[in-house]
Each structure stands twice: as C-alpha cells, then as structure tokens.
C-alpha cells in the first residue's frame, strides 16, 4: 500500500515537473520570438553601436569560435578600472582565506557557498551590489556591454555579477558540477566574462572551452542546446568525440575570457594555487523572464545611470 502510494506520489511529482518544465519552456520561447526579445532586439537595431577594431576582433571570435581571449586592459584600457578591480580581488581573497582558516579551526567564517560547494562566491544569490562596486562597473562599462549586445543582437540584460574563490581539491577529489564538461541551459544568447585575478596555470583550475560548440557552431548538434537540457553529457562519449578541440585557457592575472557557455565547457578543478576570479553573465530578457534568476540587486538609487543601454541592462 505505501509502496503503491509512494510510486503514485512520484508519478504525480513527475507529471507536475515535466508540466511546470513545459511552462517554462512555452514562456522562454514566447518572450523569445514575440514579446520581451523582439523589444529589445528592435532597440538594438535602432542604436546600434559603433566598434572599434578591439571590439570588432572579439566580436568576431565569438562567432566563429563561441570565445574571444585577450588581456583586460586591450578592451578596457582605463587603468582605474583594473587597478580598482585587482584589490577587490586581493581584498576578497585575503578574507576568504581567513574564513577557510576559521572553518578549518571549527569557526563560523559567514563564507557564501551557493549551489557549488567547492566554490567561495562574494556574492552567491540575493545579495545587494553598489553600483560604485568595481567589477559592476566593469560589466556595465560601454565598452563591454556594446560587445554583449552586438553579439546577442539585442539590448542584453546583465543577469549575474560575482567573484569567486576556489580553493585546492582534496588529493582524492573527482571533478564535479561544472567541474565537468557540460553547457549552461540559461540562455540560448547567452555571453560569460571571466577576468582571471590570481594566475592560472594547470594546477590552478584553468576555464576549458571547446571551441564552436556554440549554437549555430560545428560541434552544437551534439547533445544540442535547448531551454532546460540536461546540461551534462556523458563525460567519456564527449571527450571522444572532442578529440583534442579543447581550448585550455591558463594565463596571467588580468587575462579576459568572452565565452558563450551554451557551448560546452568546464573548470574550476583547482590542484595547487586557490583560483580568484570575476565572473558575469549577459543573456536575453526572455532568459530572465522565464530561465534564470538575476543574483543581485542594485543598493537603493543604484540604477540611476542616464545612459539606456546600461539602465535597460540592469533594470
Ligand atoms: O569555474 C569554471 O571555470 C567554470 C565555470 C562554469 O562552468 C560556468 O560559469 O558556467
């Protein structure tokens, strides 16, 4: 009886499930082709940015590659910008640090771990940011954000803004999450930035990326994107039918990383050095709307900027 009860139960959850997943599908899909994307992908076409040849160049790696590399200050030349953001990071490192210390000694350390227990988030879901907050800056910056929506080809909405600190994996430890190759359902338009504040090496936890597994890519017919995928493929069938197409990004402090992680990807696997890094997502309004969840808000008065694009990002 219970049994029969308890498999009813599971029956009924799952139906409930795959009709709240078809719900927020159908949403996904109507914001998408008629209502909050056709907005703003009119907005884009009537403003359009100019890009320089900086611009131009991650542009274009990004839709042939799905990924752009370069140094921070090649897209963001404005010294200020950097220098506030490395001792953000140095500020945040050292902190977490200490709070490890304190939760290895038995101690509250207050230290955020949402979702990814292996990684220590400055702001994790539900925090308040400052708009004068370094790295907010950065991820609202023209000269980012043009690039953002020229590459969704709308208006894009500024949908998470973070730093994360991951420290070494226990000898034993496997990979894990997003530890391992996988593609992030959030967004078929869908654009991540990651300033690197420690350097990366092997050991480190390099970001991996295989190159156009991108929607519209060569590799995106396998286990293909769609609204609410699975987002992990089983590890060895991909890696074999890969090959070596990995792009393995290590680099110094400072190194910049554009990438649409509908595409395949992973990292994050640290073995020696703690990794700091800044990390922000840019999608579509029809993502926020009915895929994901923003992780922040902007202290009160925060969205005051007079420029649309960047009030229209972060309304
Ligand atoms: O930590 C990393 O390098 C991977 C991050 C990741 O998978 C993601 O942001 O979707």
């Not at 839709?63 to 490395?86: H, I, K, N, V």
């Not at 295989?210 to 699975?230: C, F, I, K, N, T």
């Amino acid at each position: 009886m219970h049994r029969q009860k308890t498999r009813i139960a599971a029956r009924v959850t799952r139906a409930a499930r795959t009709f709240e997943y078809r719900g927020i599908i159908a949403t996904y899909r109507l914001h998408d082709r008629l209502l909050r994307n056709q907005v703003a992908r009119r907005r884009f076409q009537r403003s359009s940015p100019g890009l320089d040849e900086v611009q131009q160049r991650v542009l274009e790696a990004l839709r042939t590659e799905g990924y752009a590399l370069l140094p921070f200050s090649e897209l963001l030349p404005d010294p200020s910008l950097w220098e506030a953001l490395e001792q953000e990071g140095g500020r945040f490192g050292t902190e977490t640090a200490e709070g490890l210390g304190k939760e290895a000694a038995g101690e509250a350390s207050g230290l955020r771990r949402t979702g990814k227990d292996f990684v220590v988030r400055r702001d994790a879901y539900g925090s308040t940011i400052r708009p004068d907050d370094p790295w907010l800056r950065i991820v609202a910056d023209r000269r980012l954000l043009d690039v953002a929506n020229a590459y969704l080809q709308l208006w894009s909405k500024i949908e998470y803004v973070d730093l994360w600190y991951t420290p070494p994996q226990p000898a034993d430890a496997e990979r894990r999450a997003s530890q391992r190759w996988h593609r992030d359902y959030d967004d078929r338009y869908l654009l991540k930035v990651f300033v690197y504040l420690t350097d990366v090496d092997q050991e480190t936890g390099p970001f991996e990326y295989v190159p156009r597994s991108q929607p519209g890519g060569a590799y995106d017919e396998l286990w293909p994107w769609h609204p609410m995928s699975e987002s992990y493929p089983p590890q060895e069938e991909l890696t074999a039918k890969i090959g070596d197409s990995v792009k393995t990004f290590t680099g110094p402090k400072g190194t910049m990383i554009l990438c649409n992680t509908s595409g395949f990807h992973r990292g994050g696997f640290v073995t020696g050095k703690p990794r700091v890094l800044a990390t922000a997502t840019y999608c579509s309004p029809a993502s926020l709307a009915a895929l994901t969840e923003r992780n922040f808000q902007l202290a009160s008065g925060g969205n005051g900027s007079v420029d649309p694009v960047v009030r229209y990002a972060l309304g």
